[in-house]
């Protein structure tokens, strides 16, 4: 079963659908007073909004392996007066990668990285790893077919992928969302 797609965003030249974090995030069971992790967020397209959401008793996990893009993020917290967004430089394909506790978290934050790792599993299971019992997963992945836009055919995981990795991590697929024209989403459940 999909949901209705819940980006909403329109590009009025095109009548193309965009991801749209603030839209995503409403349309999730994510609380004030959360723990979140936002796995390879990157400049933090998720990770702001998401620490808007969880207010300031709440806490975003902002991981990647880069530490420029947690510079970026550090700084913009900053000006935004956001102290609830701690950053972690963190390989997420090694076991424990992300320096989390376990069982620790009430969401993860999977967006359009997994196409970036080598070793997807290793991923799947660290985000399922930090999670609570009963906390979810949300994977938004690139999707298959029309490569005009984003990453090589290739590199592209598939929703049957996704489904896959998650059973393997012990995890159970809740629903699918449509996220946008050229993404597909999926909630998992721990």
Same mark, same amino acid.
């Given at each position: 079963? *999909?949901?209705?797609?819940?980006?909403?965003?329109?590009?009025?030249? $095109?009548?193309?659908?965009?991801?749209?974090?603030?839209?995503?995030?409403?349309?999730?069971?994510?609380?004030?007073?959360?723990?979140?992790?936002?796995?390879? *967020?990157? *400049?933090?397209?998720? *990770?702001?909004?998401?620490?808007?959401?969880?207010?300031?008793?709440?806490?975003?996990? #902002?991981?990647?392996?880069?530490?420029?893009?947690?510079?970026?993020?550090?700084? &913009?917290?900053?000006?935004?007066?956001?102290?609830?967004?701690?950053?972690? &430089?963190?390989?997420?394909?090694?076991?424990?990668?992300?320096?989390?506790?376990?069982? @620790?978290?009430?969401?993860? $934050?999977?967006?359009?990285?997994?196409?970036?790792?080598?070793?997807?599993?290793?991923?799947?299971?660290?985000? #399922?790893?930090?999670?609570?019992?009963?906390?979810?997963?949300?994977?938004?992945?690139?999707?298959?077919?029309?490569? @005009? $836009?984003?990453?090589?055919?290739?590199? &592209?995981?598939?929703?049957? #992928?996704?489904?896959?990795?998650?059973?393997?991590?012990?995890?159970?697929?809740?629903?699918?969302?449509?996220? @946008?024209?050229?993404?597909?989403?999926?909630?998992?459940?721990?």
């Amino acid at each position: 079963m *999909t949901d209705e797609i819940i980006s909403g965003k329109n590009d009025l030249t $095109f009548g193309m659908k965009f991801i749209d974090p603030q839209a995503i995030i409403s349309a999730l069971e994510i609380k004030e007073d959360m723990l979140v992790g936002d796995f390879g *967020t990157g *400049t933090g397209y998720f *990770t702001f909004p998401l620490a808007e959401k969880v207010g300031q008793n709440g806490v975003v996990f #902002a991981i990647d392996i880069l530490k420029e893009k947690l510079e970026t993020i550090e700084s &913009r917290a900053k000006m935004l007066h956001l102290g609830n967004i701690i950053t972690k &430089r963190a390989n997420l394909e090694a076991v424990g990668g992300s320096k989390l506790e376990e069982n @620790s978290l009430d969401w993860v $934050f999977l967006v359009t990285m997994l196409f970036q790792n080598k070793d997807k599993k290793l991923v799947m299971d660290e985000a #399922a790893r930090v999670l609570k019992k009963g906390g979810k997963i949300l994977v938004i992945e690139w999707n298959i077919g029309d490569s @005009s $836009f984003g990453p090589m055919p290739e590199l &592209r995981v598939s929703k049957e #992928a996704i489904f896959e990795l998650a059973q393997n991590s012990g995890l159970s697929i809740l629903r699918e969302i449509e996220i @946008s024209d050229f993404h597909c989403g999926v909630v998992l459940c721990k």
